[in-house]
T-cell receptor, first 118, second 112 residues
Framework: NAGVMQNPRHLVRRRGQEARLRCSPM?????VYWYRQLPEEGLKFMVY????????ESGMPKERFSAEFPKEGPSILRIQQVVRGDSAAYFC????????????????FGPGTRLTVL | SQQGEEDPQALSIQEGENATMNCSYK?????LQWYRQNSGRGLVHLIL?????REKHSGRLRVTLDTSKKSSSLLITASRAADTASYFC????????????FGKGTKLSVKP
């Protein structure tokens, strides 16, 4: 039973390039969440997606960042024209149902992608 | 705004001792979860406690939740060197869409 998979694990980009981070949720999970973690900090929520829908993107910067979760394939977090401040660890999590519901649920995290912008 | 705040920020104990970490939050929640993160790795879910629960156990872990004080504690009994990690509490806000709000974590060091 494979867990949440993220690739690449490490990504180096120069300022102005694009970064694409991929996340494959656990089998049977249709809810995906992206978080960003700066060094020595907790995780900050970015975006919550279900298949083909963005449910909550309140934590996503308005410019340069976008996310998708197509019907087929992994979820993608895309950062255009990266800047040094984008350097961080980006984690994806998945759950079989909405975490905040009364039925509640655990989010299962991937190993993260560590983005370094030179 | 930051929801969970862990206390202490860092904790160093000897193997065999108990470790207690506290978490405070600001708004009403559906549930509160504790996660562990080893250095440079992803997060591992430890335990979830719902807003209508007061205490929960899982192996050497004991979690309490006091919704009137908006606080939770994580107790690790008989700690081991392998428990060395950062521990985060995360809250699922009431009425939220599904995102978790994390604190900055407690860095636990267990010396053999």
């Amino acid at each position: 039973n494979a867990g949440v998979m993220q690739n690449p694990r490490h990504l180096v980009r120069r300022r102005g390039q694009e970064a694409r981070l991929r996340c494959s949720p656990m089998k049977g999970h249709s809810h995906v969440y992206w978080y960003r973690q700066l060094p020595e900090e907790g995780l900050k929520f970015m975006v919550y997606l279900q298949k083909e829908n963005i449910i909550d993107e309140s934590g996503m910067p308005k410019e340069r960042f976008s996310a998708e979760f197509p019907k087929e394939g992994p979820s993608i977090l895309r950062i255009q024209q990266v800047v040094r401040g984008d350097s961080a660890a980006y984690f994806c999590a998945s759950s079989p149902f909405q975490t905040s519901g009364t039925s509640g649920g655990t989010q299962y995290f991937g190993p993260g992608t560590r983005l370094t912008v030179l | 705004s930051q929801q969970g705040e862990e206390d202490p920020q860092a904790l160093s104990i000897q193997e065999g001792e108990n470790a207690t970490m506290n978490c405070s939050y600001k708004t009403s929640i559906n549930n509160l979860q504790w996660y562990r993160q080893n250095s440079g790795r992803g997060l591992v879910h430890l335990i979830l406690i719902r807003s209508n629960e007061r205490e929960k156990h899982s192996g050497r872990l004991r979690v309490t939740l006091d919704t009137s004080k908006k606080s939770s504690s994580l107790l690790i009994t008989a700690s081991r060197a392998a428990d060395t990690a950062s521990y985060f509490c995360a809250t699922a806000p009431l009425g939220g869409q599904g995102n978790l709000i994390f604190g900055k974590g407690t860095k636990l060091s267990v010396k053999p």
